[in-house]
Antibody, heavy 116, light 109 residues
Framework: QLVQSGPEVKKPGASVKVSCKAS????????IAWVRQAPGQGLEWLGC????????DYAQRVQDRITLTGHTSTKTAYMELRSLRSDDTAVYYC???????????WGQGTQVTVSS | QSALTQPASVSGSPGQSITLSCSGA?????????VSWYQQHPGRAPKLMIS???TRPSGVSTRFSGSKSGNMAYLTISGLQAEDEATYYC?????????FGGGTKLTVL
């Protein structure tokens, strides 16, 4: 199970940090990906982190503004997105994968709204 | 990485079989064995239906099957049911990056 933190409202230029707490499986053995969905739009992969090694991969579109981390001691992954813009308004999902290519368990989603 | 193209919408009647398509322009997609399909109902998180082109995760109905030929991937749903009405997304993984298709909204008439 993956449980995400609550909704956020931020002003343009601010940062947001969303958490994703895992339970019921060996967190260190998995990957955690982050995917977002803007209102009425499709899914967009943002990146992936290996909590065990700290290895990260990022989508080119956000790679200069995003940091993904995973803490095996607390079984919690984090996504931080900086320099927020209005088009970052979306539901952000964390998802578990046993490899980096597919994700079999998803969090409930976190609404992030960027508005002045 | 190139985009994946899916038709915006398809429709079918209960009991019918329907095939959703996903087209990738790059040779990486044509060679890729890492194609997945997700189902998403409105307001819900996505659900993995197929991975590795053809592998159905535990708990996913056997009515769902995946295939691939060249630069086209397919998700076939047999015995269409009302609960299958959802948006379906294909993905491809190459060069340490996941790309989502634009999604196909399936309507069950």
């Amino acid at each position: 199970q993956l449980v995400q933190s609550g909704p956020e409202v931020k002003k343009p230029g601010a940062s947001v940090k969303v958490s994703c707490k895992a339970s019921g499986y060996t967190f260190a053995s998995s990957y955690i990906a982050w995917v977002r969905q803007a209102p009425g739009q499709g899914l967009e992969w943002l990146g992936c982190v290996s909590p065990n090694s700290g290895l990260t991969d990022y989508a080119q579109r956000v790679q200069d503004r995003i940091t993904l981390t995973g803490h095996t001691s607390t079984k919690t992954a984090y996504m931080e997105l900086r320099s927020l813009r209005s088009d970052d308004t979306a539901v952000y999902y964390c998802a578990r994968g046993w490899r980096q290519d597919s994700f079999d368990t998803w969090g409930q989603g976190t609404q992030v709204t960027v508005s002045s | 990485q190139s985009a994946l193209t899916q038709p915006a919408s398809v429709s079918g009647s209960p009991g019918q079989s329907i095939t959703l398509s996903c087209s990738g322009a790059s040779i990486d997609f044509a060679d890729s064995k890492y194609v997945s399909w997700y189902q998403q109902h409105p307001g819900r998180a996505p659900k993995l239906m197929i991975s590795d082109v053809t592998t159905r995760p535990s708990g996913v109905s056997t009515r769902f099957s995946g295939s691939k030929s060249g630069n086209m991937a397919y998700l076939t749903i047999s015995g269409l049911q009302a609960e299958d009405e959802a948006t379906y997304y294909c993905t491809s993984y190459t060069d340490r990056t996941v790309v989502f298709g634009g999604g196909t909204k399936l309507t069950v008439l």
